[in-house]
């Protein structure tokens, strides 16, 4: 008598096709950058998460982020860029953007506190340019073990209870 519907034999042929013929098939698909973008996002997952923050006077103008810590809401790392972008006032010119250690109110500190905490720019690089919204636009790096203010600087002012000119 013979067998009906003996699908083992069918299932056999598949999987040796597959075994033979799939490696070849997945190894053509795949970018040749893949394991290159792997390690990047291996080192991204381990590099150190950053607190930062944001501070002004809201009367300079609008930053996005916003004011304030703005991590962990944003995942900031230890030497990998993040962009932040400046809108100011009408009335108060753009200058640019400094960093200062530490999570720090800048209501009460003096100008010369603010240029002392200034971290140099091979500890914090900042790079600005025009973005593409006409915003201000500052690409960071943090390259330091720390938490970082950044801090907007218009005109002739780096702190809020100066006087514009």
């Avoid at 799939?22 to 390690?39: H, M, S, T, W, Y």
């Avoid at 991590?71 to 960093?99: C, H, M, N, Q």
Wanted: hydrophobic share 45%; with cysteine.
């Amino acid at each position: 008598m013979k067998p009906e519907n003996t699908p083992i034999p069918a299932l056999l042929l598949v999987v040796c096709v597959l075994l033979i013929g799939g490696c070849d098939l997945f190894n053509a698909a795949v970018q040749p950058d893949f394991l290159e973008k792997i390690d990047a996002e291996i080192a991204w997952a381990n590099a150190e998460k950053l607190t930062v923050a944001i501070a002004f006077p809201s009367v300079w103008g609008a930053s996005n982020p916003q004011q304030g810590t703005i991590t962990p809401a944003r995942d900031i790392r230890k030497d990998y860029e993040f962009r932040v972008e400046f809108s100011p006032s009408p009335d108060v010119g753009f200058l640019r953007w400094i960093a200062l250690e530490g999570i720090v109110d800048i209501q009460n500190m003096s100008k010369d506190e603010i240029e002392q905490k200034a971290l140099s720019q091979s500890e914090v690089s900042i790079i600005e340019e025009m973005g593409s919204t006409g915003m201000n636009l500052a690409k960071v790096t943090i390259n330091v073990s720390m938490q970082i203010t950044l801090v907007e600087a218009v005109g002739n002012m780096l702190i809020a209870h100066n006087k514009r000119k």
